[in-house]
C-alpha cells in the first residue's frame, strides 16, 4: 500500500501538508476495505464507505474531503491502467453556506481580555495571542506560523506578515494596532534575547519549553479563556475570535470589499455570508411583526 500511495503523490505532486491529509484519508478508506474483507473494491463499496462516515457521524466537510481523495485517487488508478475508476460521479454531502461557528460581540471580546492576568509570563503571551486574534481576524494555524521577524513596521503600520490558508509563503500581512502591538511587545520584553527567526509566541510547557505554540496549544488557549469567563457553547472556539472581528467590522459599516482585503477571503462570496448574517440579526421584522400581534 505504501509503494502504491508513494507512486500517487509523485503523479499529483501536493505539498507535505496536502499529502498528509490526502494519506489519513487513503488510509481510512483502505482500512474500511480491510475491516470488511473487501478485495476487489466496487463502486457500491465507495457508496458504502460513504454511508459507513455518516453512520460515524462524520461532518459533511469532512465526508466530502474523504470521497474527493478517493476520486482523484481512482482517476489516477484508471489512468495508469491500475484500476477501474470506481468512484467516478460519487457525490459529496451537500454542505449548507453558512458559519458553523458563533461569533463574540465587543463588550465580550473586552470582558475576556480584561479577564487575563497580566503579572505573569503566561499571561502577557495569552492576552497578546487572544487581542492579536481579535483584532486582526487571524487563524489559529496563522498565529502559530509567525516567527519575530514577521512582527515590524512597513512605513508609519506596526503589521505582521502571516501565511495565510492555502500559502506557501507569508505574502499577506495584517495591520496590528498600537495596543495589540504593545502587547506584542510586553510579551516578547519578557522572553528577552531570541533569535529574529524564533516563533513568535512560544511554549512554555515542559515537553516543549521555548518551541513554537501549536495552533491545538492556541485553540485551547482562546477556549480556556471563553469557558472561564461563561462562554461556554460549544459553537464557540478560537475560531469564533475571527468570525467576531469580520463581524464587528460589517456591523461598523465597512465596505464588503474592505472587510474581504481584511479577512483575506479569496472571494468576496465568503464575505457575502457574513453580511447577510449582520444584516438579518439587524432585521426589525421580528420586533415590527411582535408589535402588531401584542
Known amino acids: 500500500m505504501n509503494d502504491l500511495l508513494d507512486a500517487f503523490f509523485r503523479f499529483i505532486d501536493v505539498s507535505e501538508k496536502t499529502e498528509a491529509i490526502y494519506r489519513r484519508a487513503l488510509r481510512r478508506l483502505f482500512g474500511y476495505f480491510t475491516s470488511n474483507a473487501i478485495i476487489r473494491p466496487s463502486r457500491d463499496d465507495i457508496l458504502n464507505f460513504r454511508r459507513h462516515l455518516e453512520r460515524l457521524s462524520r461532518k459533511p ?20 491502467g491500475l484500476y477501474p475508476n470506481i468512484a467516478f460521479g460519487i457525490k459529496t454531502p451537500k454542505q449548507e453556506p453558512g458559519h458553523k461557528r458563533d461569533y463574540l460581540c465587543a463588550g465580550q471580546l473586552r470582558k475576556i481580555l480584561h479577564s487575563i492576568d497580566r503579572s505573569t509570563p503566561i499571561g502577557r503571551r495569552n492576552f497578546a495571542v487572544i487581542a492579536l486574534m481579535a483584532a486582526g481576524g487571524l487563524r489559529t494555524i496563522e498565529v502559530s506560523r509567525a516567527n519575530i521577524e514577521d512582527f515590524r513596521k512597513v512605513g508609519r503600520h506596526t503589521c505582521l506578515f502571516i501565511q495565510g490558508k492555502g500559502r506557501n509563503s507569508k505574502s499577506e500581512f495584517v495591520k496590528v494596532p498600537a495596543p495589540v502591538s504593545t502587547a506584542i511587545c510586553e510579551y516578547l520584553r519578557e522572553r528577552g534575547q531570541v533569535n529574529n527567526t524564533a516563533p ?50 460589517l456591523s461598523a459599516g465597512i465596505s464588503l470589499s474592505e472587510v474581504q482585503a481584511f479577512a483575506r477571503h479569496k472571494s468576496i462570496t465568503s464575505t457575502m455570508i457574513y453580511a447577510h448574517h449582520v444584516d438579518r440579526l439587524n432585521s426589525t421584522c421580528e420586533d415590527t411583526v411582535c408589535s402588531a400581534i401584542f
Open 61 to 80: 466537510s469532512t465526508i466530502a474531503l474523504y470521497l474527493s481523495v478517493c476520486r482523484r485517487f481512482f482517476t489516477w488508478t484508471a489512468h495508469t
Open 200 to 249: 513568535l509566541f512560544a511554549s512554555m510547557s515542559y515537553r516543549n519549553m521555548n518551541g513554537r505554540l501549536s495552533a491545538r496549544s492556541i485553540s485551547f488557549i482562546c477556549k480556556s479563556a471563553m469557558q472561564e469567563n461563561g462562554f461556554t457553547s460549544n459553537r464557540l472556539t478560537a475560531h469564533s475570535l475571527r468570525h467576531s472581528a469580520i463581524t464587528i467590522a
